[in-house]
């Protein structure tokens, strides 16, 4: 299966603002009010309904942990938004298993 990147960007008047968006997501990624040296990624469902708030809240916290977080990584950031392209089933399962990955690295703090 070919899974062909669906990211159309969106004007924005904020300077420093990136917005895009896919058939499922609005995205907005920007400077980190609280550091302005991480990028802090804000989602937003297309469609009333379709997501869970604690699954957008893991696509988020993933973003600033895993993919915009030091050390950064060109490839993560593009492998990431291929991903938000991807059918909403398939980037439904990738959440489920951020959500893992996050419990498992927060375990391993304390």
């Given at each position: ?8 960007l969106i ?53 600033e ?19 938000l ?26």
């Open positions: 299966m070919l899974l062909v990147l669906q990211l159309q004007n924005s008047n904020e300077p420093g603002v990136i917005m895009f968006k896919t058939d499922a997501l609005k995205c907005r990624v920007a400077l980190s009010p609280k550091t302005n040296q991480t990028l802090q990624l804000k989602v937003t469902p297309e469609n009333a309904g379709q997501w869970k708030p604690d699954e957008l809240q893991v696509l988020e916290k993933f973003f942990t895993r993919v915009a977080g030091p050390p950064f990584k060109a490839n993560t950031l593009i492998a990431f938004t291929k991903l392209g991807a059918p909403t089933h398939i980037l439904r399962d990738c959440v489920h298993i951020m959500k893992l990955e996050l419990v498992s690295y927060r375990d391993k703090l304390f």
